[in-house]
C-alpha cells in the first residue's frame, strides 16, 4: 500500500547535537511537507518542497534544514542552532499542481535531553 | 495570508449528543477547506474537503461539514458521537496550483463521556 513512512517514531537527542528525521513517500508525490506540533500550536509549517532539488522555507525554518535529492524523500535535519527542539514532527505529502490535500506520516517525537 | 480559527480548545460531549466544532476562516479568495482528526502520538487523518460546489460535504465516519461564505465558516458536525471519536480535530485552509500549503487551526480536542 501507498504511504508516508516516518523515522524513527521516537528519538532522543542530546543537546548540541544535529539530528535528522527520515520521510519517505511511495505515493509518487511531488510535494513534500514538514510541520511541527507542539500542544495547543496546532501545526506550524518548517520547509516544503514542490520539486525535487528545490525548497523553501516555511514559518519557523531557523535552525532547520532538508534536503530534496530524490522525489520520494525529504528528510529534515533538526540543527544546534534550534533552541526548542523537542516537539512532534510530522511529514506530510501532495500531488502538485492539483487540488490540496495531503497524506501524512505518523510522526516523529523528538525529546532533547 | 491566510488564517484559520478554532475558538474550542476543548469540547467534551456523551456519548449519543451531537457535535458541532467551530472553524473560522480569513482568506482572500475561494478557499479549499479540510478538516483532519489526529489520535494521540499518530499523524493526522483526512475527514472531508470542501472545493466547490455544494456547501454540505459529507465525510468519513458520519461526520459532515458545512461551508457558510458569508459566515466564513466550516463547521464540522456529526448527530451521534461514539466514543472512538475522542481524538483532536483540525481545521485547515489552503489554495490550488503551485505551492499548496495548509495553514492549519489550533485544534479542538473532543472527550466523549460514556
Known amino acids: 500500500d501507498g504511504g508516508i513512512t516516518q523515522s524513527p517514531k521516537y528519538l532522543f537527542r542530546k543537546e548540541g547535537q544535529n539530528v535528522t528525521l527520515s520521510c519517505e513517500q511511495n505515493l509518487n508525490h511531488d510535494a513534500m511537507y514538514w510541520y511541527r506540533q507542539d500542544p495547543g500550536q496546532g501545526l506550524r509549517l518548517i520547509y516544503y518542497?514542490?520539486?525535487?532539488?528545490?525548497?523553501q522555507k516555511g514559518d519557523i525554518a531557523e535552525g532547520y534544514s532538508v534536503s530534496r535529492e530524490k522525489k520520494e524523500s525529504f528528510p529534515l535535519t533538526v540543527t544546534s542552532a534550534q533552541k526548542n527542539p523537542t516537539a512532534f514532527y510530522l511529514c506530510?505529502?501532495?500531488?502538485?499542481?492539483?487540488?490540496?490535500?495531503?497524506?501524512f506520516g505518523s510522526g516523529t517525537r523528538l525529546t532533547v535531553v | 495570508a491566510q488564517s484559520v480559527t478554532q475558538p474550542d480548545i476543548h469540547i467534551t460531549v456523551s456519548e449519543g449528543a451531537s457535535l458541532e466544532l467551530r472553524c473560522n476562516y480569513s482568506?482572500?479568495?475561494?478557499?479549499?477547506l479540510f478538516w483532519y482528526v489526529q489520535s494521540p502520538g499518530q499523524g493526522l487523518q483526512l475527514l472531508l474537503k470542501?472545493?466547490?460546489?455544494?456547501?454540505l460535504v459529507q465525510g468519513i465516519k458520519g461526520f459532515e461539514a458545512e461551508f457558510k461564505r458569508s459566515q466564513s465558516s466550516f463547521n464540522l458536525r456529526k448527530p451521534s458521537v461514539h466514543w472512538s471519536d475522542a481524538a483532536e480535530y483540525f481545521c485547515?485552509?489552503?489554495?490550488?496550483?503551485?505551492?499548496?500549503?495548509?495553514?492549519f487551526g489550533t485544534g479542538t480536542q473532543l472527550k466523549v463521556e460514556l
Open positions: 482568506y482572500g479568495a475561494t478557499p479549499y
Open positions: 470542501y472545493f466547490s460546489g455544494d456547501t
Open positions: 485547515a485552509v489552503g489554495k490550488g496550483g503551485g505551492g499548496n500549503k495548509l495553514t
Open positions: 506530510a505529502s501532495s500531488p502538485e499542481g492539483r487540488v490540496p490535500g495531503y497524506t
Open positions: 518542497s514542490q520539486i525535487v532539488n528545490d525548497f
